[in-house]
């Protein structure tokens, strides 16, 4: 097993998942649907069949189960406020969406104690928040853990900057591009890396047409190539 591969999650099941106001704001994946009374319903029922499978085939899964206060319809989606990684470190990140921030488990380190995990030490990013900084976890950052390399499209959800802090806290390098789609106002950033690339042991699952600038694009490429990995190409 690479240092890319994992066999343990820590999964959040849903009690009020819903589609997010404050989040569709950037993302314009999300739309509104009048059959979405019984999402949460239907993403529980999903939830529960992937952790079986999840289980079936030896991933240790540990599960958290969501309150229904505060409303956190995007609860499912841990990975944005914090990081586990190898070496015992838990990363904390700041988040751009207020509903999105209540998220946060103020009792995480216990219950990753009671879980059986060792947390050495904890980088608490949040608070840059407080500056309108934002860096949503892994769905801005796609780290490649054998190259240490750190992968990131700008958006109102990714600073660049506290990007940089990270990798140097963590000895990565950054690898910093645009990656945008359509919208019927024209090209806008994508908002989060992670809806257009991926990283494994030996590929990288990457929209490289979503990288407008060519530059941008050929160091992205190379540095995959560099690290030993092939990229396969998605739309």
């Known amino acids: 097993m690479t240092k890319n591969a994992t066999n ?4 959040i099941r849903p009690v009020r998942f819903a589609m997010n106001a404050e989040t569709a704001v950037d993302n314009f994946y999300q739309k509104q649907d009048a059959r979405a009374k019984g999402a949460n319903q239907k993403a529980q029922i999903e939830f529960d069949r992937f952790v ?20 956190t319809p995007d ?3 841990p990975n944005n406020w914090i990081s586990m990684h190898a070496d015992s470190r838990v990363l ?11 998220e946060r488990l103020e009792n995480i380190h216990s ?13 608490d990013y949040s608070d ?9 976890g892994t769905g801005s950052i796609i780290f490649d853990h054998d190259d240490k390399t750190a992968y990131m499209a700008r958006s109102q959800r990714a600073d660049e900057f506290l ?5 140097e806290d963590l000895g990565y390098t950054p690898m910093v591009f645009g990656a945008f789609q359509d919208t019927p106002e024209g090209r806008k950033p994508i908002y989060h890396t992670n809806v257009m690339m991926c990283i ?12 407008d600038n060519e530059m941008e694009r050929k160091m992205v490429e190379e540095r995959i190539y560099s690290s030993g990995k092939e990229i396969i190409e998605i739309t």
Do not use: W
């Open 75 to 77: 609860s499912i989606f």
């Open 128 to 136: 840059a928040e407080l500056e309108n900084i934002y860096l949503e």
């Open 111 to 123: 219950i990753l104690s009671d879980f059986g995990f060792d947390v050495q030490a904890t980088l």
């Open 92 to 102: 904390l990140y700041p988040m751009k969406a207020q509903n999105r921030r209540l």
């Open 52 to 71: 079986d499978k999840l289980t079936g085939i030896g991933v240790e899964t540990y599960v958290i189960q969501d309150v229904a206060e505060p409303h």
């Open 200 to 211: 494994t042991d030996t590929y990288a699952l990457l929209c490289l047409e979503a990288i």
């Open 163 to 167: 990007l940089g802090q990270i990798c």
């Open 8 to 11: 343990t999650l820590l999964m």
